[in-house]
T-cell receptor
Framework: GENVEQHPSTLSVQEGDSAVIKCTYS??????FPWYKQELGKRPQLIID?????GEKKDQRIAVTLNKTAKHFSLHITETQPEDSAVYFC????????????FGKGTKLTVNP | DTEVTQTPKHLVMGMTNKKSLKCEQH?????MYWYKQKAKKPPELMFV???????INESVPSRFSPECPNSSLLNLHLHALQPEDSALYLC????????????FGSGTRLTVV
């Protein structure tokens, strides 16, 4: 089955800097890669996603890149703000009717003012 | 309505109690999910319902019993739980079985005493 590795587990940046979180996946058939932000005590919220036929997707300060050959994808946050502080999870899902969303272990991002 | 609603938000139960968690969505999603999340860990899939039929049971102990009475409702019946079952229980739904459009509810914080 699919296995998703996520690094780093913690990341501390200064406000205004960029933050990058990286994930690798094992199943070459996986074709959908969402990123979730989870604030303390709250639900995971989808912040951006990418399908396997796209190499990069951007939404304001957030971007995701996908390298299918290397089986890795990354989240890029530019001009970080204190409200970006949260735990971020990457995930992957396979094709062929697979319903199983497999999560990475999470990255705790702290943005220091 | 673009939300998944879970009740109750908090639940404390004894090991001999029987209780139920409820999840409701009115987005027309045909796949619904139960996840368990322990502190500082990613969500772990428990059950998947597709078109009101159970399609995945991730070897969950029988003290957890899911039920999907109709396309908008998902219940999780709890009986004879253990203290280690204390966690955040998240319901989610998606339009189809490919993960896109996954929406999480705000969760039920369960404490077993």
């Amino acid at each position: 089955g699919e296995n998703v590795e996520q690094h780093p587990s913690t990341l501390s940046v200064q406000e205004g800097d960029s933050a990058v979180i990286k994930c690798t996946y094992s199943d070459s058939a996986s074709n959908y890669f969402p990123w979730y932000k989870q604030e303390l005590g709250k639900r995971p919220q989808l912040i951006i996603d990418i399908r396997s036929n796209v190499g990069e997707k951007k939404d304001q300060r957030i971007a995701v890149t996908l390298n299918k050959t290397a089986k890795h994808f990354s989240l890029h946050i530019t001009e970080t703000q204190p409200e970006d502080s949260a735990v971020y999870f990457c995930a992957a899902i396979g094709q062929g009717g697979s319903e199983k969303l497999v999560f990475g272990k999470g990255t705790k991002l702290t943005v220091n003012p | 309505d673009t939300e998944v609603t879970q009740t109750p938000k908090h639940l404390v139960m004894g090991m001999t109690n029987k209780k139920s968690l409820k999840c409701e969505q009115h987005m027309g999603h045909r796949a619904m999910y139960w996840y368990k999340q322990k502190a500082k860990k990613p969500p772990e899939l428990m059950f998947v319902y597709s078109y009101e039929k159970l399609s995945i049971n991730e070897s969950v102990p029988s003290r957890f019993s899911p039920e999907c009475p109709n396309s908008s409702l998902l219940n999780l019946h709890l009986h004879a739980l253990q203290p280690e079952d204390s966690a955040l229980y998240l319901c989610a739904s998606s339009p189809a079985l490919r993960g896109e459009g996954y929406t999480f509810g705000s969760g039920t914080r369960l404490t077993v005493v």
